[in-house]
């Protein structure tokens, strides 16, 4: 079946340190690629995407996410978190090329606390 | 100002007591979709809509109706809740199908 694992489930860090929160998707073929935020009590923004082109795509505040596609991976990452960034993050792939072309896909969700 | 609205946010029913969410957009976007949100599950997709009269079955389906007869609404019925449909749910549209979501506030579901 296909799947999206985001590795960390919950992940605590002090503000200024370097974050980087895992995904991976098991489809072969062609793929969007999103990360979702969702700040506590509201509903989910993005935060980037990647379609095609450079591999490197670089969303709002600050975050940034690599697209490795011989590992099947679309790693999120900001090198300096704020308290405001605490949030849950989700990655989500939408397969491009099957029958089910609507079909989005999100990760289990990593929560992100960021003590100040 | 673009927006999802999704109603109600709350509610608190009974087991076998059909319900409706509503959700409308008023972006003209194509697609539409269903989420539910448990934790530790993340979101998991119920029923998305590519246009008018075109719907499909997500990954968690069973128990779920939609129907797409206008561009703008597109609803979310339990026939028949159960305790397991407890949920936060969300509706979410975007242009096509391959475009970044956006999504309404959500709707909090209890079923006793």
């Known amino acids: 079946a296909q799947s999206v694992s985001q590795h960390n489930h919950h992940v605590i860090l002090s503000e200024a340190a370097s974050l980087e929160l895992g995904c991976n998707y098991s489809y072969g073929g062609t793929v969007n690629l999103f990360w979702y935020v969702q700040y506590p009590g509201q509903h989910l923004q993005l935060l980037l995407k990647y379609f095609s082109g450079d591999p490197l795509v670089k969303g709002i505040k600050g975050f940034e996410a690599e697209f490795i596609k011989s590992k099947f991976s679309f790693n999120l990452r900001k090198p300096s978190v704020q308290w405001s960034d605490t949030a849950e993050y989700f990655c989500?792939?939408?397969?491009?090329?099957?029958?089910?072309?609507?079909?989005?896909?999100f990760g289990q969700g990593t929560t992100l606390q960021v003590k100040p | 100002e673009a927006q999802v609205t999704q109603n109600p946010r709350y509610l608190i029913t009974v087991t076998g007591k059909k319900l409706t969410v509503t959700c409308s957009q008023n972006?003209?976007?194509?697609?539409m979709s269903w989420y539910r949100q448990d934790p530790g599950l993340g979101l998991r997709q119920i029923y998305y809509?590519?246009?008018?009269?075109?719907?499909d079955k997500g990954d968690v389906p069973e128990g779920y109706k939609v129907s797409r007869k206008e561009k703008r609404n597109f609803p979310l019925i339990l026939e028949s809740p159960s305790p397991n449909q407890t949920s936060l749910y969300f509706c979410?549209?975007?242009?096509?199908?391959?475009?970044?979501?956006?999504f309404g506030d959500g709707t909090r579901l209890s079923i006793l």
């Open positions: 972006m003209n976007h194509e697609y």
């Open positions: 809509s590519m246009n008018v009269e075109v719907t």
């Open positions: 989500a792939v939408l397969r491009q090329g099957s029958s089910n072309t609507g079909k989005l896909i």
């Open positions: 979410a549209s975007s242009s096509r199908e391959n475009q970044p979501q956006h």
